[in-house]
T-cell receptor, first 112, second 112 residues
Framework: RKEVEQDPGPFNVPEGATVAFNCTYSNSASQSFFWYRQDCRKEPKLLMSVYSSGNEDGRFTAQLNRASQYISLLIRDSKLSDSATYLCVVNPSGAGSYQLTFGKGTKLSVIP | ETGVTQSPTHLIKTRGQQVTLRCSSQSGHNTVSWYQQALGQGPQFIFQYYREEENGRGNFPPRFSGLQFPNYSSELNVNALELDDSALYLC???????????FGPGTRLTVL
């Protein structure tokens, strides 16, 4: 089983749609969780950290279920500028070590 | 931009050759991590340097080696290049082991 698995995608959605990405991770001892965004041929950039209590940043909502080892990202009211690859990222190590494990990514295309 | 720079931006090598990639970390950052991103995949952790010492290594053979200098810049060296080493090589710096990593733009290596 892969350490971090994501929906294969691609997701093609119209502007204004709501889209959800799911991710599972295999290491139950994982300490921290993130969603990164990567534009074509660019470096990954942190979109948001994911907390057990859930967190929201504008149109973006992230959820973590430690019992199910499941992470989600919801994007509401999609914009053309949201088109990118979304990477689910886990830090499987404990404190004092920050070695990110990335999923393969899910490509999102928002269509006018 | 993150302030993390990498050089060169692109590189073409042939099988069996050796390559050195360079990374300048963001001001104030003492930790550098290196990742390999093959086409269509998420980045994979190679190793991490903290205050000039290796602090963890991913599943990469010994022909992948690195250094971190007193100014916290870093090098990634790959010996005996193979075709599968063709990828985007990303470095990321952070202000400590437990802190957010900021990625540079990457070096795209092609091995022919």
């Amino acid at each position: 089983r892969k350490e971090v698995e994501q929906d294969p995608g691609p997701f093609n959605v119209p502007e204004g749609a709501t889209v959800a990405f799911n991710c599972t991770y295999s290491n139950s001892a994982s300490q921290s969780f993130f969603w990164y965004r990567q534009d074509c041929r660019k470096e990954p950039k942190l979109l948001m950290s994911v907390y057990s209590s859930g967190n929201e940043d504008g149109r973006f909502t992230a959820q973590l279920n430690r019992a199910s080892q499941y992470i989600s990202l919801l994007i509401r009211d999609s914009k053309l500028s949201d088109s990118a690859t979304y990477l689910c990222v886990v830090n499987p190590s404990g404190a004092g070590s920050y070695q990110l494990t990335f999923g393969k990514g899910t490509k999102l295309s928002v269509i006018p | 931009e993150t302030g993390v720079t990498q050089s060169p931006t692109h590189l073409i090598k042939t099988r069996g050759q050796q390559v050195t990639l360079r990374c300048s970390s963001q001001s104030g950052h003492n930790t550098v991590s290196w990742y390999q991103q093959a086409l269509g995949q998420g980045p994979q952790f190679i190793f991490q340097y903290y205050r000039e010492e290796e602090n963890g290594r991913g599943n990469f053979p010994p022909r992948f080696s690195g250094l971190q200098f007193p100014n916290y810049s870093s090098e990634l060296n790959v010996n005996a290049l193979e075709l599968d080493d063709s990828a985007l090589y990303l470095c990321a710096s952070s202000s400590g082991l437990d802190n957010e990593q900021f990625f540079g733009p990457g070096t795209r290596l092609t091995v022919l």
